[in-house]
């Protein structure tokens, strides 16, 4: 850009113009209303048809992406569009291809599936419900477990969400839906039912537990009618009929193996690493919650590896680390995936450059109780590492923030 | 408060501490951001309850991406805010003109010696900022309003720095022309420090 002088600075200008300073702001902001602005903002989106303003293909970029492509893709309110997570369409389709196989209901395979035995582990502990109204199909599986996770139907513009939770929480749920609205008590498909009213259409019904789950449904579908008309069209279907729904961007188990290799193909993998953890796994996944969970097992194994050869005085070993990690902006599934989780990598890897890795707690939740937890250490949040810690704290026993070691 | 906002508060298996870390992420974010997003709503909007409303969805939306939020998430939230804002302005709900509030705070801050040149400076801004097409008054906006530097700006646009480097260029060079047409009052070129733009780029 020109550096020559001009009577007229545009940027001063717009400065000068400012009509808001965040700094003001905050100081005009008391504790409460940032409590209740909190409360808002979780309250909307635990509501799961909370319309995204899915320019999420940008808006999910890490600071400092280079990557184009992105398009806002807008929608208000009315479009109540969920987008989906991380993945860019051209990504999503790239991936998806790898990941289905022939045989499956409609595919090239034309025939009869067949499914991994995890597979059918998994659909035999779950409800399998299906919206069988015209039109509707599954468009997002997000990573779940027999006894928890979520499915969304949508039919091209309206969405419904079907999560399931182990039955042993069900009444924890009661209550915390009893807080949104009265209770609503009827019976679909020989099950209690109840439904609460989120205000402006979006409804939420609880089924009694079956089994170890109990099923809740959520959804705004412009009107109450709408909506007990999709709700009364979920039928329970056997195992194959349900697998052979999931929408080809899932990651079934028996594709599991397979998907984790690609994912691996060009990373440095640290000392010792288990791959075969995470193929083994049998939970159905989203591609780009197991590329999150594939990203972070080998980052973690790198942070691991340079505590121990720091520890061990092995500094061949140490640098080693530091370089993989100093790497992980070219390892491909962080160029091919817009998840802006990755950039966390970059954090810790300098951090490792740095020789001083932040081991200390994260920060402190204070609950209303007066208790007050430190999570931590910050590097595992940081780059969701299992082997997190909450412990409770007194008011003043703030921890270190940094270890160099 | 978490114990409080989050009643589904898991227990304490590997599941249940992956949900409560990603909880604590989400507040802790919430903290130390409202107050970014919330001003760059309200530099965005017409009224500040509907800039209120506007973070609000922001952050339902990063609620519902909290196990993905990154540590550094200030350029990822303003570009998920400016979605959101886009999206409160298509409602056609808000009659209330971008331009007006721009008028009314300019003058408000326009650090003038006198109000007669306040006024002046006030309207002559007004009148080139609103020559601008919304594209170049948002590149505007990021820079001198956000803060954000040239990576981080194109970050939330979803385009290079190298591309954004030039619709910054290109949005001074308008906007200056149109004020040199407009008599806004010569201002004194800041020292490249507070030009955050320029200094990554």
């Known amino acids: 850009m020109s550096r020559k002088r001009q009577n007229i600075d545009p940027l001063a200008a717009m400065a000068a113009a400012n009509p808001a300073s965040a700094a003001e702001l905050e100081a005009g902001i008391g504790q409460a209303d940032l409590d209740r602005a909190l409360a808002r903002s979780v309250a ?97 599986a997000d990573e779940f477990e027999p006894d928890s996770g979520e499915l969304t139907f949508s039919d091209g513009g309206r969405r419904l969400d079907v999560h399931w939770y182990p039955a042993r929480q069900y009444g924890q749920y009661l209550r915390d839906r009893a807080s949104v609205s009265t209770p609503e008590h009827g019976v679909l498909l020989g099950q209690r039912t109840t439904t609460v009213d989120y205000g402006r259409g979006e409804y939420a019904t609880m089924l009694s537990p079956q089994g170890s789950v109990f099923i809740e449904v959520r959804g705004l579908l412009g ?66 919650s197991l590329a999150v969970k594939v990203g972070n097992a080998v980052a973690c194994g790198w942070v691991e590896s340079w505590i121990a050869a720091r520890a061990a005085g092995d500094q061949a070993a140490a640098e080693q680390a530091v370089e993989a990690m100093a790497g992980s902006a070219d390892w491909p599934i962080v160029r091919t995936a817009e998840v802006p989780w990755f950039s966390n990598y970059t954090m810790v890897a300098k951090q490792l450059r740095a020789g001083r890795l932040d081991r200390g707690a994260a920060g402190y939740v204070a609950q209303t109780n007066g208790r007050t937890f430190a999570i931590g250490p910050a590097w595992k949040l940081t780059l969701g590492c299992e082997g997190t810690y909450r412990r409770e704290v007194g008011r003043e026993g703030l921890e270190p923030s940094t270890d160099g070691l | 408060m978490v114990g409080d906002i989050y009643p589904q508060m898991p227990p304490t298996d590997d599941r249940g501490r992956a949900v409560a870390d990603a909880d604590f992420r989400f507040e802790s974010c919430f903290r130390d951001h409202y107050a970014a997003v919330l001003a760059f709503a309200v530099r965005r909007l017409p009224d500040r309850a509907t800039a209120e409303d506007a973070a609000a969805e922001t952050f339902a939306v990063v609620w519902q991406r909290r196990g993905l939020i990154p540590a550094e998430p200030l350029p990822w939230l303003y570009g998920i805010a400016l979605r959101v804002v886009a999206n409160q302005r298509r409602s056609g709900k808000r009659r209330q003109r971008l331009s007006d509030r721009l008028e009314h705070e300019a003058g408000a801050r326009a650090d003038a010696p006198g109000p007669v040149d306040a006024l002046h400076r006030r309207d002559a801004f007004s009148r080139a900022f609103q020559r601008l097409s919304e594209g170049e008054r948002e590149v505007l906006r990021l820079v001198a309003w956000d803060g954000l530097d040239t990576r981080e700006a194109a970050s939330v646009l979803g385009c290079s720095a190298a591309a954004f480097r030039v619709r910054l260029h290109r949005a001074r060079r308008r906007l200056a022309k149109h004020l040199e047409a407009s008599g806004h009052s010569p201002l004194e070129r800041p020292t490249r420090a507070s030009d955050p733009a320029e200094e990554a780029s």
Do not use: C
């Open chain 1, 44 to 140: 909307l989106g635990r509501v799961p048809s909370q319309p995204v303003p899915a320019g999420d293909r940008a808006a999910l970029r890490p600071g400092g992406d280079r990557r184009r492509g992105a398009v806002g893709r807008g929608g208000g309110r009315e479009r109540r569009r969920r987008a989906t997570l991380g993945l860019g369409l051209a990504a999503v389709a790239a991936v998806a291809a790898l990941f289905v196989i022939g045989g499956w209901p409609g595919g090239a395979g034309g025939g009869r599936p067949e499914f991994a035995a995890a597979a059918i582990r998994v659909a035999e502990e779950n409800p399998r419900l299906l919206v069988t109204a015209p039109g509707w199909k599954i468009v997002r």
């Open chain 1, 223 to 288: 009107g109450r009618s709408a909506y007990d008309e999709i709700l009364h069209s979920l039928r329970p279907v056997d195992v194959e009929t349900w697998l052979g729904a999931m929408p080809p961007s899932t990651v079934r188990p028996e594709a599991r193996s397979e998907a984790v290799d690609q994912m691996l193909r060009g990373i440095p993998l640290p000392p010792g690493f288990d791959a075969a953890a995470l193929q083994g796994e049998d939970s159905i996944s989203d591609q780009s």
